[in-house]
């Protein structure tokens, strides 16, 4: 039986693997043996041409300091507001509070393309177009977020924060010192989903962003399509590899807080 098991995550592992390593053996190989009739698994003469080629005809750097900027910012603010949030709709009684939640819970239900032209058209009467602001600020309150805190700061007792109290504790205090330390691993679930939304975003930056110089990086890859008659797909590959090597490391570093907090407090009434 056990034997069985591990056979099964095996090859479900394998078959995850399968597209990323396809994408890195295809970032390593020539048009000839990319296009072969007969392709390889494993490149016969690896070459890194299609990275140097990305980097010199590509803005690739600016567009991965883009997204840097953009996924940590959305990251930091969207753990603090969703946080300060979750706190106030799991630890507090105030008039309306499930009313406001269940809103807050409503909007996810509300498709991008359809708040897409209003807000686009808030964007441009305050000035915000083609610039961080725009990218980073509308997606500080995040619903999925603020439900992830709320569910989890309901499973840390009451007298905690009664102890806190008791000691002079003021209510930023005892958030501070007292809820925020407890729930660092939703914090790290709550972060890696941020950055990972923020990271992979196409669309909103597509609508909000005019100029090259601001692309992030599914936006810059995606003028890798731009002439469909001669694509180089060994330079897509390869930038395709590049974006997700970020994604790699941010949840091999908080792989512990995202699996405790997903499968702790997170899933509490």
């Known amino acids: 039986m056990g034997f069985l098991k591990y056979a099964v995550l095996i090859l479900f592992l394998l078959f ?138 309901q499973s840390i007792p009451d007298e905690i924060m009664d102890a806190g109290r008791i000691d002079g504790c003021t209510e930023i205090g005892i958030f501070w010192r007292l809820i925020l330390p407890v729930i660092r691993p939703a914090l790290g679930a709550l972060a890696i989903f941020l950055f990972l939304t923020a990271w992979t975003s196409y669309l909103w930056p597509l609508v909000m962003l005019s100029s090259s110089s601001m692309y992030t990086m599914p936006l810059g890859l995606a003028t890798l399509y731009a002439n469909p008659w001669n694509i180089e797909y060994g330079m897509l590959m390869a930038g395709a590899v590049i974006s997700v090597l970020p994604i790699i490391i941010v949840f091999v570093l908080m792989q512990k807080q995202f699996i405790a907090g997903l499968t702790q407090g997170a899933v509490k009434a």
């Open 16 to 153: 995850t693997l399968a597209p990323f390593y396809w994408a890195v053996a295809a970032s390593l190989k020539l048009p000839q043996e990319l296009f072969a009739p007969q392709p390889s698994l494993i490149p016969r003469h690896p070459v890194m041409q299609n990275y140097v080629a990305l980097f010199r005809q590509t803005e690739l750097p600016r567009w991965m300091l883009n997204s840097a900027i953009v996924a940590v910012g959305s990251t930091l603010l969207g753990v603090f507001f969703c946080s300060l949030a979750g706190f106030a709709f799991g630890k507090y009684s105030f008039r309306g509070k499930d009313l406001l939640f269940l809103v807050v819970l409503g909007s996810v239900s509300i498709p991008q393309a359809v708040t897409i032209v209003p807000a686009f058209a808030l964007m441009a009467r305050i000035g915000w177009l083609n610039s961080y602001r725009a990218l980073i600020l509308p997606g500080a309150a995040n619903a999925f977020g603020i439900f992830l805190m709320r569910q989890y700061m």
